[in-house]
């Protein structure tokens, strides 16, 4: 069985068009490249209702629906893209262009890799045990920054109020001779803040190489770290600062 969602092909579609005639009046005012392209669709997706088919009959059952329903359909996932390109073009993302995005879209080539999971983590205050923002969160190999997947994962990564402390990485894959190859990855978080005691955290990853490069990210393929403790300068805290 085929699992689809008939409203991404209806977002994917409307996007496309939307986009095109922007380019094609020469309109300065919002981004056309490709990440604003993704973004759009990411953010209308999330917020348009999904209509799922399995198999050819699904597909009939979803084409014979009432003209005015489709219509109605149409005109909601319009206006909730052109919601979605107002909010990516006053918020972009940073140090990521296009030719990164455009770079990864392209075929993998069949190569040995470890592909390092997403490595998450969250942050909390140990005198009220709120979540804490606006913190610099390093990931660290062999004392250095780790590069990371593409320009859309910052290394350090600053947590904002809306992330609840939440702070996350995706390390830049690494070349491997062979499948099933074995290697563990040695990294440390560290975070620093003024108003904070600056924290470290030295962990391991083991890793079997696969086949090719995976690009989609999954919560299945997570490292999940503990949660941190952060402590004012001074204060009482254990040597790690975790649970």
Request: contains cysteine; proline residues 6%.
């Amino acid at each position: 069985m085929d699992l689809h969602n008939t409203v991404e092909d209806i977002v994917i579609s409307r996007v496309d068009e939307i986009f095109r005639t922007l380019e094609e009046e020469g309109n300065k005012k919002f981004c056309t490249c490709t990440q604003c392209r993704l973004d759009v669709i990411c953010y209308a997706l999330n917020r348009l209702p999904p209509h799922y088919i399995i198999s050819h009959r699904g597909a009939s059952r979803a084409s014979r629906d009432s003209s005015i329903k489709q219509q109605q359909q149409t005109a909601d996932v319009v206006a909730m893209i052109h919601d979605g390109l107002k909010q990516v073009t006053h918020n972009q993302r940073p140090n990521c262009s296009a030719e990164q995005v455009d770079s990864k879209l392209r075929p993998n080539r069949i190569s040995p890799v470890f592909n390092i999971p997403t490595i998450m983590g969250r942050l909390f205050s140990g005198s009220n045990f709120s979540p804490i923002a606006g913190v610099d969160v390093e990931l660290l190999q062999n004392g250095k920054l780790v590069s990371m997947k593409d320009g859309n994962w910052q290394n350090p990564y600053r947590p904002v109020d809306s992330s609840e402390g939440t702070f996350s990485f995706w390390p830049a894959i690494e070349e491997a001779t062979k499948i099933d190859d074995q290697k563990i990855f040695s990294y440390t978080v560290r975070v620093s803040s003024s108003e904070f005691e600056t924290l470290t955290h030295a962990f391991k990853i083991p890793m079997a190489s696969e086949l090719r490069e995976v690009t989609s990210f999954s919560l299945e393929r997570t490292f999940k770290l503990p949660d941190f403790y952060l402590f004012p300068p001074g204060g009482t805290e254990d040597e790690d600062n975790l649970i």
